[in-house]
C-alpha cells in the first residue's frame, strides 16, 4: 500500500518553462512534505519542504503547493533550466512515527 | 566536511554471503538511517537509529543487521546474501530537528548485486 504516489515516472519539458511535478497521498498523519532531487549516481538531496499547516513555500525558482483537503502536493520549477533534470522524490513525515515515506520519483528532462 | 560517506560504492556476492555496509558522518547527527532503492521505487528504510547504542527496525528489516557504537559510524550487515537483497542502498543522517521535518543528508549509495 503506497502511502505516497507519484504517478508520472518521467516528465519532459523546454527550457525556460514551467515544469509540475505531483505527488499524491493517503496518510492523514503525515505533518511534513519534502522534495528531494536525485542525480545519476548520487545520494538524494533536499530541495524544498512544506508544513502541514501551510499551503506554499517558495524558494527561488522552486514552489511547494500543498492542498490537505485533496491530500496533494505539486513542486513547480520556473523557469525550467537543463541542469534541473534529475529524478525528484516526493516525500512525507508521519507526526508520530518520526518516519520518512519516499514516493517512487518522476524523472524530469528539460530540453534545451 | 565530508558529509555522509559510504563504502564499497559497489559490490558483488554470491548467494549466501556475507557483508558489511559501511556508513560514516562527520555532521555530528544524531540520527542514522539506511534505505534501499529497488528499480521504479522510492526509497524504503530498512534500519534507524536515533543516538548511540538505540537501533531500530524500519520497514524493511529482514535480513539485515545494524550497530550504532558510536555517532559516527552506523554499517548495516548482511548476514546471508540473497538475490533479493539486490539494490542501491543509502545511509542518511539528520541533526534532532531534521528528523522531525524529513531533512536527511544521504550518502552517495552503495550498488550491491548478489548473484
Known amino acids: 500500500d503506497q502511502q505516497v504516489k507519484q504517478n508520472s515516472p518521467s516528465l519532459s519539458v523546454q527550457e525556460g518553462r514551467i515544469s509540475i511535478l505531483n505527488c499524491d497521498y493517503t496518510n492523514s498523519m503525515f505533518d511534513y512534505f519534502l522534495w528531494y532531487k536525485k542525480y545519476p549516481a548520487e545520494g538524494p538531496t533536499f530541495l524544498i519542504s512544506?508544513?502541514?499547516?501551510?499551503d506554499k513555500n517558495e524558494d527561488g525558482r522552486f514552489t511547494v503547493f500543498l492542498n490537505k483537503s485533496a491530500k496533494h502536493l505539486s513542486l513547480h520549477i520556473v523557469p525550467s533550466q537543463p541542469g534541473d533534470s534529475a529524478v525528484y522524490f516526493c516525500a512525507a513525515v508521519d507526526g508520530s512515527a518520526r518516519q520518512l515515506t519516499f514516493g517512487s520519483g518522476t524523472q524530469l528532462t528539460v530540453l534545451p | 566536511n565530508a558529509g555522509v560517506t559510504q563504502t564499497p560504492k559497489f559490490r558483488i556476492l554470491k548467494i549466501g554471503q556475507s557483508m558489511t555496509l559501511q556508513c560514516a558522518q562527520d555532521m555530528n547527527h544524531n540520527y542514522m538511517y539506511w534505505y534501499r532503492q529497488d528499480p521504479g521505487m522510492g526509497l524504503k528504510l530498512i534500519y534507524y537509529s536515533v543516538g548511540a547504542g538505540i537501533t531500530d527496525k524500519g520497514e524493511v528489516p529482514n535480513g539485515y543487521n545494524v550497530s550504532r557504537s558510536t555517532t559516527e559510524y552506523f554499517p548495516l550487515r548482511l548476514e546471508l546474501a540473497a538475490p533479493s537483497q539486490t539494490s542501491v542502498y543509502f545511509c542518511?543522517?539528520?541533526?534532532?530537528?531534521?528528523?522531525?521535518?524529513?531533512?536527511?543528508?544521504f550518502g552517495e549509495g552503495s550498488r550491491l548485486t548478489v548473484l
Open positions: 512544506i508544513s502541514s499547516i501551510k
Open positions: 542518511a543522517s539528520s541533526y534532532s530537528q531534521g528528523a522531525n521535518t524529513g531533512e536527511l543528508f
